[in-house]
């Protein structure tokens, strides 16, 4: 399986709703990433917690890692329709070199 | 606007055609990537550019050719390409201040490449 899984694969919610994404790997991290993309468009970055790093707050955005579990969760609050996207998660692993291993995402779909 | 710049958009190519693909950052970063992403898959790392040497070629098929004549452009050169090639190949950069740390990626919007 992929370093990096996310789940749910898709999750659909109403507006003003919070979102929780969630994440996992498998082996030791430098970091964890997760970035956004809209249909056929470019990645944009979101958010990067470090490996000693457990919380990480960005305006509506929330991030948590815990590394004992090899897991991470992105928590939208308060979404908007234009929150509606794909969202990944990468890993930056110890061995790895000059790499990020992406997830599948997970698709949100975020109601008027 | 991310500062990262793909051409062409969207390209469709026969499998006897040769075509580029263009990256350019204006960000001042030291590594370029290029990245395939086929749909119901995770984005696939194809190629990674420290100060322009290639430092990871990450089991691509030969017709694939990546050039980086300096750090801030990135070409793709195809020759070819099979139908199962037909993705979107994003271009990316970031400036890596720790040796074997990626730090944040800066994309491009990305080419739709169709191999007919």
């Known amino acids: 399986s992929q370093q990096g899984e996310e789940d749910p694969q898709a999750l659909s919610i109403q507006e003003g709703e919070n979102a929780t994404m969630n994440c996992s790997y498998k082996t030791s991290i430098n970091n964890l990433q997760w970035y956004r993309q809209n249909s056929g468009r470019g990645l944009v970055h979101l958010i990067l917690i470090r490996s000693n790093e457990r919380e990480k707050h960005s305006g509506r955005l929330r991030v948590t890692l815990d590394t004992s579990k090899k897991s991470s969760s992105l928590l939208i609050t308060a979404s908007r329709a234009a929150d509606t996207a794909s969202y990944f998660c990468?890993?930056?692993?110890?061995?790895?070199?000059?790499?990020?291993?992406f997830g599948e995402g997970t698709q949100l779909t975020v109601n008027p | 606007e991310t500062g990262v710049t793909q051409t062409p958009r969207h390209l469709v190519m026969g499998m006897t055609n040769k075509k580029s693909l263009k990256c350019e950052q204006h960000?001042?970063?030291?590594?370029m990537y290029w990245y395939k992403q086929s749909a119901k898959k995770p984005l696939e790392l194809m190629f990674v550019?420290?100060?322009?040497?290639?430092?990871e070629n990450n089991s691509v098929p030969s017709r694939f050719s990546p050039e980086c004549p300096n750090s801030s452009h990135l070409f793709l050169h195809l020759h070819t390409l099979q139908p199962e090639d037909s993705a979107l190949y994003l271009c990316a950069s970031s400036q890596e201040v720790l040796a074997g740390r990626t730090g944040e990626l800066f994309f491009g919007e990305g080419s739709r490449l169709t191999v007919l």
């Open positions: 990468a890993t930056d692993q110890e061995t790895s070199g000059s790499r990020l291993t």
């Open positions: 960000l001042g970063h030291n590594a």
């Open positions: 550019y420290n100060f322009k040497e290639q430092t």
